[in-house]
Structure formats: structure tokens, C-alpha cells
């Protein structure tokens, strides 16, 4: 088999079935498994699988693991050469699986392959196309130099944005809501890192798999939609409870030992103060 898809869900029924439907409607040249594995949800998301699509593999889990146990399920399941992560809020568009398949088999350094990644309004989603988040990139980018010097390796190094959103380029880092993996690349690598309950995860992943030698490719000759943040939505303290403890997980085991004292507490300090600052401006949002 060619690709195994894994769609990890949690409450998010008719995106779910939309995902569904575009994987089948646009993709026939290719021999694929889809994969759910649903999140306990409580909006007959599993109901709505098992009624319309007889031939996806369900797994029902009795409790909210989080997104990395939840797809290392999936893959654990999984028989296909690739296995690509997706979002229950995504839509494929076109031919877009066989070609990140057909672009794989032709470059065997790929570990992994991310497409272009559009929202609802057309814009890129730049998580899909980005940099590691040392200190260095993440102090850029909070002082928004970014945006003062696009084109600028140093400055631009968060979101790649130095890099043309219309070229086939080498990236520190893709998006989990489309990652297609090589099967080899996972067995040499492991698994995703289930200390990762909802973000950071896949940067986890990207920097594991450069590490060991392969290439993580940014391949925008396709793509898909993204309806960001449909699940996450629906617990929003959690959601930036998880989003800044990502933060801190990601920094702790690949940073901690390569920067000093007071870079480590600098890094600590700014962490706390974002969380701070998104918890107060969630609580007000909630009383508005």
C-alpha cells in the first residue's frame, strides 16, 4: 500500500466528514488506508464514521490522550510506505496526496513532505513552512523584525519567510495537520513524542528526523485548506495551558544544554510572561 492517512479527531464531526470525503474525491491513482483515531468525543463523531465510511479504520479512545498518543495509535496500525498526518480540519484539493506520494518516491533523501497549507481566506498558514524555535528566532520574531526584514535569513529564520511561499524548498519544520512521513524515516526515528499532548509534537518530530539525516521538504505545488483550530477551540485555557507547555517541553530537551544560565532562565521568563499575558486576554475575551 502506498499511504496510510492518519486523522486524529475530537469533536469535530462534520469537518471530519468533509476531511473524509476530499481524501476520496481526490485521490484514485493511489492505494491509501485512512485511519481515526477519535479523542472520546461527545458529538457522534464515531457514529458519523462508522454510518458513512465502512472502509476507515476506527479507533476509539475512552478519554482525550492528546494528539501524539492518539496518531502513534494510528501509525502503530498503519501498512502503508508513507504515513501522512491530517487534521480532521483539513480539505485535500485536487491530486494533491499523489503528488507529495509521486515527489517521495522520486527523492529518497525526503523524510518528510509538507504541502502548502492555506486558511479558509487563502493566506498561507505559515506553520507549514518555518524555522526551529531556538531563543535566537523566537526573540526575532516576538520583536517582530520579521516583519521589518522578510527576506532576511537572520531575522526571517521563525517563519521562514526569507523563503518564497511558491518554491520547493528544505525546512527545519513542517505542520502536524499535513506531515507525510516516510515509513523508514519512522522506524529509524520512533515514534511522535507522547510528553506532547496538542503542540509541538511535529517540531519535535521535523527535528528529529533532520538530525538523522534526512530532509524535511516544503512542497507547495499542492495543497489543502485548513480550518485552524477547530478542535482547540472548544477548551480554550487548555489550548494555551498545552500551547506554552509545548514551549518549554521542546526547549528542555533540545536547547537546555546548548545555551547558557541566563539564556535558560531569559527563555523561562519569556514563556511565563506570553502564558501570562494569553491567559489574561483569554479570561477578558470570556467575560466580554
Known amino acids: 500500500m502506498d499511504l496510510s492517512i492518519i486523522i486524529a479527531n ?18 484514485k491513482a493511489l492505494s491509501y488506508e485512512i485511519i481515526v483515531i477519535d479523542n472520546a468525543s461527545q458529538d457522534g463523531s464515531c457514529e458519523m464514521v462508522k454510518s458513512n465510511f465502512k472502509d476507515v479504520m476506527l479507533i476509539q479512545n475512552k478519554e ?4 501524539a498518543i492518539a496518531n502513534n495509535a494510528g501509525i502503530r496500525k498503519s501498512v502503508g510506505s508513507y504515513v501522512l498526518l491530517l487534521n480532521s480540519d483539513t480539505i485535500i484539493i485536487e491530486d494533491c496526496l499523489k503528488k507529495c506520494v509521486e515527489y517521495m518516491d522520486m527523492n529518497l533523501d525526503i523524510g518528510a513532505l509538507g504541502c502548502r497549507v492555506e486558511l479558509p481566506d487563502g493566506k498561507l498558514d505559515h506553520a507549514c513552512k518555518r524555522g526551529f524555535p531556538t531563543p535566537e528566532a523566537s526573540l526575532y520574531y516576538l520583536l517582530k523584525l ?11 529564520q521563525y517563519d521562514a519567510t526569507y523563503l518564497p511561499d511558491n518554491e520547493i524548498n ?8 499535513f506531515m507525510m512521513v516516510r515509513k523508514e524515516t519512522i522506524e529509524q526515528i520512533g ?3 507522547e510528553a506532547f499532548f496538542m503542540y509541538g509534537e511535529d517540531i519535535d518530530w521535523c527535528y528529529r528526523i533532520k538530525a538523522s ?5 516544503y512542497y507547495p505545488l499542492v495543497k489543502i485548506i485548513h480550518y485552524k483550530g477547530a478542535s482547540s477551540r472548544k477548551r480554550r485555557f487548555m489550548t494555551v495551558y498545552q500551547f506554552h507547555r509545548a514551549m518549554i517541553l521542546f526547549y528542555r530537551k533540545h536547547y537546555y544544554n546548548k545555551y547558557n544560565f541566563l539564556i535558560r532562565w531569559a527563555v523561562y521568563l519569556g514563556i511565563t510572561f506570553k502564558l501570562g499575558v494569553a491567559l489574561f486576554i483569554n479570561l477578558f475575551k470570556r467575560r466580554g
Not at 475530537?10 to 485521490?27: A, D, F, G
Not at 520579521?146 to 526571517?156: A, H, I
Not at 528544505?170 to 495537520?177: H, K, N, R, S
Open 10 to 27: 475530537y469533536n469535530t464531526k462534520q469537518l471530519l466528514k468533509s476531511t473524509i470525503e476530499s481524501i476520496i474525491n481526490t485521490t
Open 191 to 193: 515514534l511522535l513524542d
Open 170 to 177: 528544505e525546512v527545519d519544520c513542517l505542520v502536524g495537520a
Open 213 to 217: 539525516g534526512w530532509k524535511n521538504i
Open 64 to 67: 482525550n490522550l492528546g494528539f
Open 146 to 156: 520579521d516583519k521589518l526584514w522578510p527576506n532576511s535569513r537572520k531575522f526571517g
